[in-house]
């Protein structure tokens, strides 16, 4: 299974004229593989853009895309990563997200698609991540 990170449904939802075609290939990759799937996280972060609102459902039931919710192992295994970043100097406020959706790929044993591997593969080493 591959969960998708936001950047991937923001490229499809503006057109991203640098990015479009990759996500949207490793999308159709994605559903060929196996099934594609969210969670409310990303879900909360893709309705704080403007193109937000019932549109966002629209794409995702257009694109297959499961929204699910994380379990309290993902939670756990996010606020360690959080707090490990953190401690090491981690000052950004807004990344909690990310430390959220990594782990819930990471505690399911999923793939993640994203742009965004830096983070991931710091704070997840072991997680699979189909990135450019």
Known sequence: MTLVDTNVFVDVIHQDP????WSLRELG????R??????????????????????????????????????RDAARMAAHAF?????RGGTRTG???????????????????TRDA???RTYFPDIDLICP
């Open 18 to 21: 640098v990015w479009l075609d």
């Open 29 to 32: 990759k994605a559903r060929a």
């Open 34 to 71: 196996s099934t594609v799937l969210t969670n409310y996280v990303v879900y909360a972060e893709l309705h704080t853009h403007d193109t937000a609102g019932p549109h966002i459902d629209t794409l995702l039931d257009r694109l297959g895309v499961q929204v699910l919710d994380l379990d």
């Open 83 to 87: 707090r490990t970043y953190r401690q």
């Open 95 to 113: 990344v909690l997200p990310d430390f959220f959706i990594g782990a819930h790929a990471v505690s399911m044993g999923w793939a993640l698609l």
């Open 118 to 120: 830096g983070r991931y």
